[in-house]
């Protein structure tokens, strides 16, 4: 079975600072790996997501994520904090081909101090 | 526009009244699922199907049902609502990535339920 470990329940950063959001996965084959974000009110938007490929991945809104797999780790990055960033991010892992069944971490909500 | 919907948005009701969230998805998706979100522990898989007719439990399926008539809706029932149901319940779908790579899950905007 596939599990996902996001360390830090609560990350705040200034803002224009680096955002680094850090998740660890455990499976058994090569995972499939996502990155969602949740505003207050609404619900999961896609950031990113790895599949196959190249191991940094691009999504919206300038994150991006690397998955490391000598470290079972795909933290999500970004350089510069902007006010609108404030939300929930949750790391999720499918061992299908897509995400036919996502199992999620427990989230890290993001503050950006002015 | 590309969605799925669920209604109500927001529902409190009372132990043991049956309910039904419905979900509607526009994209002509094959996999549908339910997660019910709870503070510290994330989104839990609920039911989720693979196509019409085809469904099956998720990791936290106890106390609820779900049907696939259609291939466009998904409701999530709960026949005798407890306390420790109140939670913020997703619907999601997705095309079957056994045909499709690389495709992504829609979620809709949630369903706040407390039951008293």
């Known amino acids: 079975a596939q599990s996902v470990t996001q360390l830090g329940s609560h990350v705040s950063v200034s803002e224009g600072a680096l955002v680094l959001l850090r998740c660890n996965y455990s499976s058994s084959v090569p995972p499939y790996l996502f990155w969602y974000v949740q505003y207050p009110n609404q619900g999961l938007q896609l950031l990113l997501k790895?599949?196959?490929?190249?191991?940094l991945v691009k999504g919206i809104n300038g994150f991006e994520a690397e998955f490391k797999k000598s470290e079972t780790s795909f933290h999500l990055t970004k350089p510069s904090a902007h006010m609108s960033d404030a939300a929930e991010y949750f790391c999720?892992?499918?061992?299908?081909?897509?995400?036919?069944?996502?199992?999620f971490g427990t989230g890290t909500r993001l503050t950006i101090i002015p | 526009e590309a969605q799925v919907t669920q209604n109500p948005r927001y529902l409190i009701t009372v132990t043991g009244k049956k309910l039904t969230v419905t979900c509607s998805q526009n994209m002509n998706h094959e996999y549908m699922s339910w997660y019910r979100q709870d503070p510290g522990l994330g989104l839990r898989q609920i039911y989720y199907s693979m196509n019409v007719e085809v469904t099956d439990k998720g990791d936290v399926p106890e106390g609820y049902k779900v049907s696939r008539k259609e291939k466009r809706n998904f409701p999530l029932i709960l026949e005798s609502p407890s306390p420790n149901q109140t939670s913020l319940y997703f619907c999601?779908?997705?095309?079957?990535?056994?045909?499709?790579?690389?495709?992504?899950?829609?979620f809709g905007q949630g369903t706040r339920l407390t039951v008293v």
């Open positions: 999720a892992v499918s061992l299908f081909f897509g995400n036919e069944k996502l199992t």
């Open positions: 790895y599949t196959t490929g190249a191991t």
């Open positions: 999601a779908s997705s095309l079957d990535n056994r045909r499709r790579m690389n495709t992504e899950a829609f």
